[in-house]
């Protein structure tokens, strides 16, 4: 920052002094006997730290350095020729700083070895800690051969707990899989020797020591999928029944003729899940019976007269003609049906007759065909949105209502457009089926879940009345465990999923009863709880508050109440009813013991009223003047300070209060002081404004006049800024009526004066310059710090130099305004 004071040529060049040093020879031969006796002791430490400080020759002492390695010797001779040779003493920082090196590397490696050792030891390991400790050392570097070994040892040892892990979370993972995997494909008794299988493994591998590194959601994942096959194994067993017996009943068909099958009871027997394999047969088994089904043969119609045809006839015409009309093909085929059931030539229909029914056939000919193009449209625009249905991921009501709503629109066309070519029937069929799958297989999950339920339930059920048994015919039972069991029955209960309707109302039949029988003896416990715990309100009731064993009578029963709750809970409602009322009277004997209390304490008392009317006048001052508030602040505060202790229940709110008056009142003088201060800065600028204008119209030959109502209409300032400001406006105001050119030239030259009283003020007070100001700011920067140094010298504060930037006349431009702006608002 100080290039410029070197870039600075003098005016008058300095005459060039030479000085000629004297010229010292050292003898050769003492310099090459220093070199000898430097060679001879480099096998001597100590003898080469002697010589190397006796040596007067630079190169020896370089040369005997070389043998210089202990801490100690290194200390030394860097402390004898820190200021004598500068190559030896820097050899020397060097090997200390290499041997400081090497013992932090060696610390950090020993810290190491003995965070890995540690870590081989730990209860539980986790990559993480090996990552870290791995990262640790491979940042250090030339390390010693030891403890490399020790650390290569130990790491080892982490390397093989990590495998070991890696190896157990493995297992754990594949028993999950293997979980999930069941049953498959798999006959009920493998299932559940497998499962076995399973359960036992995962118990062997909770064994091992390093169980605590695998995360806890697998186990509890493992169990999860453990308990659910176990609960869904019933309903599998009963699944796998029933398709052996519709396997059994398959074959009994296969062997019967199919002449004495029904289509209806096959479809019937054969409900439920089953094998591909298996519905290929049954299907085959199917076209079977309806191949050998007799064909019935539609009975001859009585042939109706000629004369009663006719009205028939002419009625059927007509109607044939309005439903082509209004676009009705179903109504309009009918009618021709009835027609061609008609004997026409019989009728002899006349020429008119004919040619309308020749016209109509045609028409409805025609339409039919379009009818029929069109209905093959609409049908294959319902198979690509039923084979569009897989993909959408809909909800399985939604979906199943979707292939319902398609084939009842296919059903509707087969009537206004006739029936579908039978390869179009079959591609919607299908892809209706293949999007039915697992809206099938979600209606069958959820009835096998159904039939878990029941199961579930019924082992609930089993289990409560297990319980009811073993509870007769003992004496002294453990009423707390009865009521968490019947609590936890009844939510579980209440947490089973659905199950068949028709097994739902048995079942709650069966646990009401039960849960009844449990809690019959409990309600019967609870009834009597209750008695005591009236009583115990009762002796509450009738404690005296005077008397001295009154808090320790009280705190016997609040003890025995607590055990008797623990003891024996009793129902929600009335366990808090009368919780209720036992605090409420603990609360009124507390209560009543604090008021005899306080009634003793009335000097305590007196002090509190003295200390809370200091407080109302405190908080009652808002609407004095400044002078008044400061005074009544410091009368207040001896006066609290004489007043003596107050109960200490009332202690902290009335301190409180006192803190809050006082800091809300040394807010408002703070707030009003801060207010005064910003009109005075206002008010500065104001004049200093003014003199600006005024000097302006001087030198501009404007009116200088007509700014004095607004000098007089400003505050009066502080003294320094009033008279600086106000000396300023007025030699300004006499300089503007007597036309004073040399007072303008005057304002004219302090222009540069001012700028650098302006730089050094923003120098002073560490604000920014411009930019084009910064190598003139170096130069002043310069100037301030030798001022700075100079002692003996007295020097202005920061507000005697800007009373003197204010008194100082000058003209001034936007830029010299704004800065000028900027170290006032500083300042003040």
């Known amino acids: ?221 493992c169990d999860e999928a453990a308990q659910v096959l176990r609960t869904s194994l019933v309903a599998f067993e009963q699944r796998h029944a029933a398709s052996l017996a519709r396997l059994a009943l398959l074959e009994e068909w296969e062997a019967a003729a199919p002449e004495s099958l029904q289509e209806s009871t096959l479809r019937r027997g054969w409900q439920g899940e089953v094998a591909p394999e298996w519905q290929q047969r049954f299907d085959e088994l199917l076209q079977r019976v309806i191949a050998a089904r007799p064909v019935k043969v539609a009975p001859v119609m009585s042939v109706l007269p000629v004369s009663d045809q006719k009205p028939i006839f002419i009625a059927a015409l007509q109607s044939m003609e309005q439903a082509l009309e209004e676009g009705s093909l179903q109504i309009a085929s009918e009618a021709d049906k009835r027609l061609r059931s008609l004997d026409l030539p019989a009728l002899r229909p006349s020429e008119a007759e004919a040619a309308q029914l020749s016209r109509l056939r045609a028409e409805l000919g025609r339409l039919q065909g379009w009818a029929r193009w069109g209905g093959n449209v609409s049908r294959e625009e319902l198979q690509k949105a039923a084979e569009a249905l897989p993909e959408q991921a809909l909800a399985m009501g939604e979906l199943a209502k979707k292939i319902g709503s398609l084939r009842e629109r296919w059903k509707s066309l087969d009537g206004s457009a006739g029936s579908a070519p039978k390869e179009l029937w079959h591609g919607f069929d299908a892809a209706c089926t293949a999007a039915y799958a697992p809206v099938a297989e979600h209606f069958a999950r959820l009835a096998e879940e159904r039939q878990a339920n029941v199961g579930v339930a019924t082992d609930m059920i089993a289990d409560m009345q297990r319980n009811a048994d073993a509870l007769v015919g003992v004496e002294h039972p453990d009423w707390k465990a009865v009521a968490l069991f019947c609590q936890r029955s009844l939510q579980s209960w209440q947490r089973l999923g659905p199950t068949e309707r028709k097994e739902k109302k048995r079942l709650d039949a069966e646990f009401n009863a039960v849960l009844q029988r449990l809690r019959a003896p409990l309600d019967d416990i609870r009834a009597s709880e209750i008695r005591e715990r009236e009583q115990m309100i009762a002796d509450v009731v009738a404690l005296s508050p005077n008397d001295r064993g009154a808090l320790d009578a009280l705190r016997v029963l609040q003890d025995r109440w607590q055990e008797r709750a623990k003891a024996l809970p009793l129902e929600r409602n009335d366990e808090q009813g009368l919780w209720t009322r036992f605090r409420a009277a603990c609360d009124t ?228 305004t704004e800065r000028l702006q900027r170290v006032l608002e500083r300042v003040l």
């Open 1 to 221: 920052m100080f290039d410029f004071l070197f870039k600075r040529k003098p005016k008058t060049p300095p005459t060039p002094v030479v000085v000629v040093a004297p010229i010292v020879v050292a003898p050769t031969a003492a310099r090459e006997a220093a070199m000898t006796a430097a060679k001879a002791v480099q096998h001597d430490e100590a003898a080469s730290v002697a010589f190397l400080i006796a040596c007067d020759f630079a190169d020896a002492r370089l040369l005997a350095a070389q043998a210089v390695h202990s801490v100690p010797a290194l200390q030394q001779v860097l402390a004898a020729t820190r200021k004598t040779d500068r190559r030896v003493a820097k050899l020397m920082q060097t090997r200390l700083d290499q041997l400081d090196t090497q013992r932090k590397l060696l610390a950090l490696a020993t810290t190491c070895i003995a965070d890995a050792d540690r870590l081989a030891n730990a209860t539980t390991l986790t990559p993480n800690q090996v990552s870290e400790l791995d990262r640790r050392w491979q940042a250090l570097t030339l390390v010693p051969e030891s403890e490399q070994q020790a650390f290569a040892t130990s790491r080892a040892t982490l390397g093989i707990r990590l495998a070991a892990q890696a190896t157990l979370q493995r297992a754990v993972l594949d028993t999950l899989a293997q979980l999930r995997a069941l049953p498959g494909e798999q006959p009920p008794e493998v299932v559940r020797a497998t499962l076995d299988a399973l359960v036992a493994s995962l118990a062997d591998l909770r064994l091992s020591a390093d169980i605590g590194a695998v995360p806890k959601h697998l186990l509890v994942q």
């Open 589 to 816: 004997v507390f209560a009543r013991r604090k008021e005899a209390v306080s009634e003793a304490d009335a000097g305590r008392q007196d002090n509190l009223h003295a200390k809370e009317a200091l407080c109302v006048a405190l908080e009652q001052a808002g609407e004095l003047a400044i002078p008044q508030v400061v005074s009544l602040l410091r009368d207040t505060a001896s006066a609290w300070h004489r007043a003596g202790p107050v109960p200490r229940a009332a202690e902290s709110a009335i301190d409180t209060r006192y803190r809050q008056a006082v800091t809300a009142l040394q807010q408002q003088v703070d707030h009003a002081q801060r207010a005064s201060d910003a009109l005075a800065k206002q008010a500065i600028l104001a004049k200093l404004q003014l003199c600006q204008q005024v000097e302006s119209a001087l030198v501009a030959g404007g009116d200088a006049a007509a700014l004095q109502d607004q000098w007089q209409a400003l505050p009066a300032l502080a003294t320094p800024f009033e008279r600086a400001l106000g000396q300023r406006f007025e030699q300004a105001q006499i300089a503007a009526q007597q036309t004073d050119t040399a007072y303008a030239a005057t304002l004219e030259a302090n222009r540069t004066v001012l700028g650098r009283e302006l730089l050094r003020m923003e120098i002073v007070l560490s604000l920014d310059s411009p930019a084009e100001l910064m190598r003139e700011r170096l130069q002043l920067q310069v100037e301030v710090l030798q001022a700075a140094l100079k002692s003996g010298q007295p020097v202005a504060t920061e507000q005697q130099m800007l009373v003197a930037l204010c008194n100082l006349p000058a003209l001034t431009d936007g830029t010299a």
